[in-house]
DNA sequence: CTGAAAGCGCTTACAG
DNA sequence: CTGAAAGCGCTTACAG
């Protein structure tokens, strides 16, 4: 393996010079830094991160975490298609704005026994901590906001002593969706969002509200349904809603995401109705997807490059602060939502 | 941070003691071994991985690798759903299986200067490369059949001094599918397979042709047809070879992927045929939209967790010999692969 | 501007 | 069975 001793060697020079001029000292001479480059460039020379890292304290790798309450899933594993489907779309964009940057992402092995998590990532040297929460209540995800490693959540409204997070306006944009709604004439509208413990269901509940007490139409408790994060359950809950809702009292629902709305638009065509004709249906998120489904969903775009760029120039900028955290840095970031038109919505028609 | 000096110093023994503790030498006595326990314990301690992959040499990372002759694109960033949409399932069990044997799993930033690939990595001091690369002839691919860095190929076909290949038996699979059409009375039989420089392609192919000749039929090659992995791309060409075989002269069509096979369907229907009443269809890979498809797919399986298994369990190996490889160590792992009878394929009807 | 020296936290011959 | 010492490849005060 080539070392800086070679390089120095070859150059003339000590390591101490050569590590200089590797690291952009300006304590360095201009030949000195001239033979250096040259005996890098003739050796093939590239610096030993691991050494790097050692001496540093600190590697230029970011660990990624996804906790969703359960312990044992790890982070591709729980990504599947009609769950999490948004974070893989996510994903793609982090991976290339890390190595944008120049860091590696790492994905470690730590064990289930998450007492240790925070441990085991200092014993690992990562710079930092991207983290996908959809559970603030995971052990891991608490153990993070008292820890001094840099990081930044997404959709986990947590801030720490170290941490931040980004986020979409969930609000907003459910407001927007049920707003567009009241405007093609809709008064009886479902909401169907999800349950689970996490932030995000109960935000976007929140903007369904909003949209109507705005439009000072009055808000019925029963019209507001849950379900989990997946499409079979959004599909099975849409079953009993609308057993339940016989003679049919409401003309839309707004899902909670897309794929949850997937499921809604299967119940409804299996019981004959027609999106938009008889209800029209509103998702979230805009995957790509809902360019495919039948008929094309209506729904809001969350910026996932802006939300991506956000949290990782964020997390760089935390890391590279070494600690000096000033107030605009631990401050939230909230990405702006936006109504995508498409085919599932339409006026409101018949009785109600 | 804890040191292995502080459990020393409370274990009252040297670092060195407590080093041997930890890494299980049968020359530390039972007092010593059971003071250290205790000092870990108390402390808390956790060796630093960054220290012991200095001094060893190596560290317990394994970087992944997808190359796909398009240089730029990042690991995740490359696996769209419909193009390579069966890598994305393979991941969750690479992932997965990493972990259990306690490796970290890196997607490594490294400049598309791939000139440097292998450097790159030895920096990192990574301990093997999992690659799947459908692309044998990208430089980095070929780099890493000449280093000595530990590395196991999916779906690339190549042997190199520290490395070798799992593949599930292709040829094996589309024969299977084939003969599977053969004996539903199908005669005139399309293929559309990836043209895509790769070796899976042309793989498939040959078991194509394999079960023709056991059957005695005749092979006509104008019945082999390629396009690239994705639905959109499969699709099309299926639209070309609809109006091309006026009137059709076929009456199946094996798909080289249930990705490609999806686009087949779409364009069959698009013409007013009925699967299987008029065309019967097999996939190839049976990934989990088999099942949702219309009709569901009948398709040939490949064994993802026998793949994985034996990928990451090969790779550990081979890590863990250093560098000292028997013959079987580099032996190629071939998957068998089944097929799964659903409701896209039936007897052959009409005059064809 | 430059080098000698110490140090990051471990492991591993070597000697006892 | 155990410890003192050297070393993995870097960086960084310190002194000049």
Redesign the interface.
Known sequence: ?VTSEQVARLAGVSRATVSRALNGSPRVSAEARKRIQEAIVSL?Y??????Q??VRQR?R?IALGLFYGDQKS????S?S?TQHYFY?DL??????E????????????ISHAQK?YI??L????VAGTLAIAMHPADERVKALLEAEIPTVFIDSLSQGRSSTYVTSDNQDGARQATEHLIQLGHRRIVTLVSGFSGQIGPVRQAGYRQALQRAGLPIDEDLMYTSGWNTEEAYQATLRLLQERQPRDFTAIVAGSDLMAIGVLRALHQHGLHVPGDVSVVGFDDV??CRYTEPPLTTIRQDRSAMVQGAIQRLIRMIESDGEYDESMLAPIIIPTQLITRASTGPATGSC
Chains 1, 2 share one sequence.
Do not use: F
């Not at 890390?98 to 092995?109: E, N, R, T, V, W």
């Not at 200092?122 to 040297?125: G, L, P």
């Open positions: 393996m093939g590239e610096p030993d991160m691991v050494a890292s050692l590697s790798t790890t982070v591709l594993s990504i298609k893989l994903l793609r964009d982090v991976e290339q890390i190595a944008a940057a120049q860091y590696d992402l790492l994905l470690p092995s240790n441990r085991s200092q014993m690992r040297h790509d997807l």
